[in-house]
């Protein structure tokens, strides 16, 4: 499932500016050294509720118009946000339910952002209110190009307790059951008593005794905030709808948690926005500050692992934008710290996300604020306003960008997708016989694809994800879908019976919709296709050395947990288990179905494993006949009406060789190249193949 109904028609470069921060007597010159750096979009207003409705029903527009005006008169384009990320004080002091609560009920004060929840009666109508009042009065000026609803739907938290969401979550189970016996039977309430005699004996899965959830109840949960995300931004959506221009696009900027993202984009956005952040701050996604680990430590690639977010977003839209990237160090005053991006890091960071997608950057932000929770969250300029490296980088990315144009639009090839789906990922979140498989996995793929220049896609599977999805990637690998639906498991034979090779793992297809384990032998609605069936699994004994398995006298590890398997049909084994007690028993099995195969691994996904998979599966040395690259540099490689492009990045602040077989055009200098080239630390090479 993937939609896009906006496309930008050239590459194009933004910036996040914020007029409301700073004395009106900046904007003009401000606007000037945009447009001079080669920035064509601002996106505004996002957090400025009280400006153009400083109270309950007074609405006061000469602000945005002036800025607005300027704009126009300058040719700088603008993302319009909602406000609605930051309900003004006057809003929450009168109307307090419309508050989110923590875990035990107790509401957020006023302050920081995202304080709100989605389902209060009241604060729908007062966000209908705002957005109908500034659609309605900016819809039509010119400068506008498109509107971004809200800001990061689900981040700071995802989590939702007040009583508005006790009260809707009763009308959603309400609509989604129809009637408590099938309500209680989903959730297997006769487990430790808890059956529901009246729907107002309904809550949410908050503050439990030693966090000992009904996890069915909590899968219902994580559907329902999803739910509420999804429907706050479609109200959204439709009044905008409603008063924008033709051809102006709505986006929001996403893929935060609890929100089935895909499913969002579908029904609200014309384009899907991210923002990205590849060094975001010490301490919280880096185990470690980049300078101490940098590339080779054998962990976790630092900053190029942000391509694997970005490779889900385009999963869900071919052509995203980026709302924010990162142009500083990262900080807030009382929770982060991070590290300036070194010279040349910001274009690489900004080139990572145009090889990856996205056909629109914007920075965050033009100048870091002199005050507030984020004055340490850096812009491209510093509190001094004076022009600097940042800015300098900021204007090559610009001018590097006219120079790829023929690449705006192209497609990424990639032959091998990782498949998700909202159920399993919520799952994995709840069960942690699942999630401590599911989440390193996915990011050993990720990784392994990237070091063995396997270029990989993401697959969203939903209800309505047709069989021509699937088609397009040779190899599928789903790593550990546990929850499985018969039309799931239909969909997954018929992809393999046209040709394609599907890799499952361990933890496959052992439980159904409603999360409830079923009485078949695993992989349960799968064995048909898979050829094989669990014997028995279990976590690896962490007393006794890690499982071994023997794979054509290589040895490998099956780390974390391990399925035994047996052959069943026209299988064949094509690994075994050689320790521990199973020892001798199927680690891995092939089984040939239609003109396809799948392949049943019963474990986890280590590199090892993947790097020895990707080989049998011919997937590796794509590129051998045209290049050597050495591991550290990404290759993307992207086409478009015939012509095929490789972008080369290198994360490291070493210079790193690169070898042609044959001359190419380079496009960044535009130049013939052949034999050895020596890419710049940080460097960039967009390739003519
Ligand atoms: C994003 C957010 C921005 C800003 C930035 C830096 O998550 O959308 O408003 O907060 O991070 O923290």
Redesign the pocket.
């Known amino acids: 499932m993937k939609k896009q109904n906006y496309q930008w028609p050239e590459y194009t470069v933004g910036v996040c500016y914020y007029p409301e921060h700073w004395d009106e007597s900046l904007w003009a010159s401000d606007l000037d050294r945009m447009l001079a750096a080669g920035i064509r979009v601002v996106r505004i207003a996002e957090f400025a509720w009280n400006l153009t409705e400083p109270e309950e029903g007074v609405f006061c527009f000469d602000f945005f118009d002036r800025f607005l005006n300027l704009c126009a008169k300058k040719g700088m384009k603008v993302i319009f946000g909602t406000p609605t990320a930051t309900p003004p004080a006057w809003l929450t002091k009168k109307y307090p339910e419309v508050l989110n609560a923590d875990q035990n009920g107790l509401p957020y004060e006023h302050g920081a952002r995202r304080h709100y929840n989605y389902n209060a009666p009241i604060y729908r109508e007062k966000v209908k209110t705002i957005v109908t009042a500034l659609a309605e009065h900016y819809g039509r000026h010119p400068a506008i190009c498109g509107w971004q609803i809200d ?2 739907m689900n ?1 700071e938290t995802c989590e939702f307790y007040s009583e508005a969401d006790q009260a809707a979550f009763r009308v959603f189970l309400r609509e989604s059951y129809g009637s408590l016996d099938a309500l209680n039977a989903a959730w297997g309430t006769r487990f430790w008593n808890q059956t529901y005699t009246d729907w107002a004996q309904i809550r949410l899965p908050g503050h439990v005794l030693n966090e000992g959830w009904n996890p069915h109840q909590r899968l219902d949960y994580l559907r329902f905030v999803s739910e509420s995300a999804r429907s706050f931004c479609q109200l959204q959506a439709n009044i905008l709808r409603r008063y924008k221009k033709p051809g102006d696009f709505i986006t929001t ?1 996403a893929l935060f948690g609890h929100i089935d993202n895909p499913k969002m984009n579908e029904e609200s956005l014309d384009i899907f926005g991210y ?1 990205t ?1 590849p060094n975001f701050a010490f301490g919280l996604n880096r185990s470690e500050p980049l300078e101490k680990t940098g590339y080779g430590s054998g962990g976790d690639l630092n900053d190029r692992l942000s391509g694997k977010q970005l490779s889900e977003v385009r999963g869900i839209c071919p052509h995203f934008s980026i709302l ?1 990237q990162q142009s500083g160090a ?1 900080g ?1 005053v009382s929770r982060m710290e991070g590290p300036h991006p070194r010279p040349g890091q910001i274009r690489l960071w900004a080139m990572q996300s145009v090889a990856h997608g996205a056909d629109f950057v914007s920075f ?1 932000r033009w100048r870091s604020c002199t005050f507030g929770t ?1 004055m340490y ?1 850096h812009g491209i300029l510093d509190y001094d306003n004076r022009d600097n490296r940042r800015l300098r980088e900021v204007t090559e990315f610009a001018s590097d960008l006219k120079k790829i144009a023929p690449l705006c639009g192209s497609a990424y090839v990639a032959p091998l997708a990782i498949v998700k789906d909202y159920d399993n990922a919520c799952d994995a979140e709840i069960d942690v016989w699942h999630g401590r498989l599911s989440f390193p996995d996915e990011s050993a793929i990720y990784q392994q694809a990237q070091l063995s220049h396997v270029p990989c896609d993401y697959l969203h599977l939903a209800d309505d994800s047709e069989l021509e999805d699937l088609c397009r990637y040779p190899v599928l690998i789903y790593a550990h879908p546990a929850i499985m639906t018969e039309a799931r498991a239909a969909l997954l034979k018929a992809y393999v019976e046209q040709g394609g090779t599907l890799i499952l793992g361990c933890r496959t297809g052992y439980k159904q919709e409603n999360g409830q384990a079923v009485m078949l032998p695993p992989p349960g609605m799968l064995r048909e296709l898979t050829g094989s069936t669990v014997r028995e699994s279990g976590f690896q004994h962490p007393a006794e050395p890690t499982v071994t398995v023997d794979w054509n006298g290589e040895r490998f590890e099956a780390s974390v947990f391990q399925d035994q398997l047996e052959a069943e049909g026209g299988a064949t084994v094509l690994a075994r288990y050689d320790s521990s007690w199973f020892a001798g028993m199927p680690a891995l099995i092939e089984h040939p179905l239609g003109s396809g195969r799948c392949l049943h691994w019963g474990s986890t996904f280590s590199r090892p494993v993947l790097s020895r998979l990707f080989t049998y599966l011919g997937l590796t040395g794509r590129f051998n006949d045209l290049l050597d690259v050495p591991e550290t540099v990404e290759i993307a490689e992207r086409q478009k009406d015939g012509l095929r492009f490789l972008m080369l990045l290198n994360y490291l602040p070493e210079a790193q060789t690169v070898v042609l077989h044959r001359q190419m055009h380079e496009l960044l200098e535009d130049k013939l190249v052949s034999d050895k080239l020596t890419m710049p630390p940080f460097g960039v090479l967009v390739l003519e193949v």
Do not use: I, K
């Open positions: 800001n990061e981040c900027n923002d952040y924010e990262g807030w965050f984020e969250w």
